[in-house]
């Protein structure tokens, strides 16, 4: 019955299925933009252009996720967890933590023309799409990157998912 919805105004939440809705977060929470969500495990992160902030309980309390002073602009955020998370900024680089925004590492991604879609499925498993139609993934946290079987068209990659997979899949 729990209902988010993520905008320009904040986020606000529903516990009626959407008959009603009341703000969350505290009075500075709710003066930050937002335009995406993203599930990662069992948390829910929101972000805009520079803003991100995470919900460990289903939207009713919020914790902002610092940046990183490098990050200017965030283009995609994809996170597998409420701790580790990626970013692809607007200069096209692509920047990871592992404890929630302390700490963010720039992440060599060679090989690739620009980020155009994420998706990890857990801490250490990832993949990324570019504007040539390639698909690149790790499986090491960033560390490497294989590039998959690439589609015929460039731009033929638009979104990017992958679904989570149970421990020890492959």
Partial sequence: KTLLLIGS???RRSEDAGISFKQTGTSKFRKLKFSRVDKAGSAIVVYGSSNVAVSKSDGKNWSTIKRGKKIKTIKFLDFADAKSGWIADGNGELWSTTNAGKKWTRIDTTGLTSIRSMSRTDSKRGYLSDGSGSVFATDDGGKTWSQQSPFLHKNAVN?????LRAKGAI
Avoid at 159 to 163: D, E, F, K, V
């Fill in 9 to 11: 105004k904040g986020v």
């Fill in 159 to 163: 979104t990017l998912i992958a679904p």
